[in-house]
């Protein structure tokens, strides 16, 4: 069976009146005081969670909230973790 001819294509130039000028912005790297607030919201959620399970009952501000303590305890955490999104 004969081969087919391979055909070049031309190298792509970019035409030279669309070229972008504009310098791209690095991110540097966070500041560490981010980092430190995203941990803490982290560990201050299951700390909470923790408590919240051992000795609910017999905190009073906790026995009042209730279910509600579960509400805290994963806001701090889902809120640690969304910060680690902009974590550089």
Do not use: C
């Not at 923790?50 to 009042?64: K, T």
């Not at 889902?78 to 910060?83: A, C, E, R, T, Y």
């Amino acid at each position: 069976m004969p081969k087919s001819k391979v055909r070049k294509k031309a190298v792509y130039t970019p035409p030279p009146n669309e070229r972008n000028t504009t310098p791209v912005k690095v991110a540097g790297p966070t500041h560490p005081v981010y980092i430190a607030v995203m941990l803490g919201l982290m560990l201050a959620g299951l700390v909470w969670l923790v408590v919240n399970y051992l000795a609910g009952p017999s905190i009073p501000f906790m026995d009042q909230l209730g279910p509600w303590n579960f509400a805290i305890g994963f806001s701090l955490v889902v809120i640690g973790l969304l910060m680690t999104m902009r974590w550089r």
